[in-house]
């Protein structure tokens, strides 16, 4: 796999070294950055994310990265809250976002446990990052907020409902679950967008 400009959004919230590892396992060593010129001029970008949705917008604001993201024309790859952080907005905290897909994040209702976590199968899956990987295939998830299946679904799954399990648009695809902690099956996805 030839070696490539990764670069991994540093904005204070979340899974970066878990990411980090994961690329280094494929031989790839990626920048974890924040800075503009650096997030432009990389061949590829990770927008990552755990934890709460409308103090993740207000560190991405605080850098100019709210701006940054929406404009960039590499591939980029959310993952969990970024990809929520992806859409328009989100019920959680009443988040204004992005943008990117035309689309709310909503809350789980709790005839379940909330959050959803744990082993989850895909179905249903398009778009190049899903290339040699079986539907049905299990992936991690960990979220109480969830994507509604909309013509941006790349791959869905289901807990209380259908959901989306990962979006493509143009230069931008997302994941809800975490390929990083997905064993095999995210070692395929992560690779499959090292070579897009």
């Known amino acids: 796999m030839k070696n490539q400009n990764i670069v991994i959004i540093d904005y204070?919230?979340?899974?970066?070294?878990?990411?980090?590892?994961?690329?280094?396992?494929?031989?790839?060593?990626?920048?974890?950055?924040?800075?503009?010129?650096?997030?432009r001029n990389a061949d590829k970008v990770i927008f990552p994310g755990v934890g709460e949705a409308a103090w993740a917008m207000n560190s991405l604001r605080k850098n100019g990265l709210d701006k940054l993201i929406p404009e960039l024309k590499q591939p980029v790859l959310g993952i969990c809250l970024g990809m929520q952080l992806m859409c328009?907005?989100?019920?959680?905290?009443?988040?204004?976002?992005?943008?990117?897909?035309?689309?709310?994040?909503?809350?789980?209702?709790?005839?379940?446990?909330?959050?959803?976590?744990?082993?989850?199968?895909?179905?249903?899956?398009?778009?190049?990052?899903f290339k040699g990987i079986e539907s049905g295939e299990y992936a991690y998830f960990v979220h109480s907020y969830y994507v509604p299946v909309f013509e941006g679904t790349a791959a869905?799954?289901?807990?209380?409902?259908?959901?989306?399990?990962?979006?493509?648009?143009?230069?931008?695809?997302?994941?809800q679950f975490h390929p990083?902690?997905?064993?095999?099956?995210?070692?395929?996805?992560?690779?499959?967008?090292?070579?897009?």
Request: aromatic share 10%; net charge negative.
């Open 12 to 39: 204070d919230a979340g899974n970066i070294q878990s990411v980090k590892y994961a690329f280094e396992r494929l031989g790839i060593t990626p920048l974890v950055s924040n800075d503009e010129q650096v997030i």
């Open 88 to 129: 328009e907005s989100s019920e959680e905290g009443n988040t204004e976002a992005l943008g990117i897909f035309p689309v709310q994040v909503k809350r789980f209702t709790n005839e379940l446990k909330v959050p959803q976590m744990g082993w989850n199968q895909l179905k249903d899956m398009r778009a190049e990052l």
């Open 156 to 175: 869905k799954c289901e807990y209380i409902l259908p959901f989306s399990a990962a979006l493509q648009k143009d230069n931008f695809y997302a994941c």
């Open 180 to 196: 990083e902690k997905s064993g095999e099956l995210g070692v395929k996805i992560l690779r499959n967008f090292v070579e897009l």
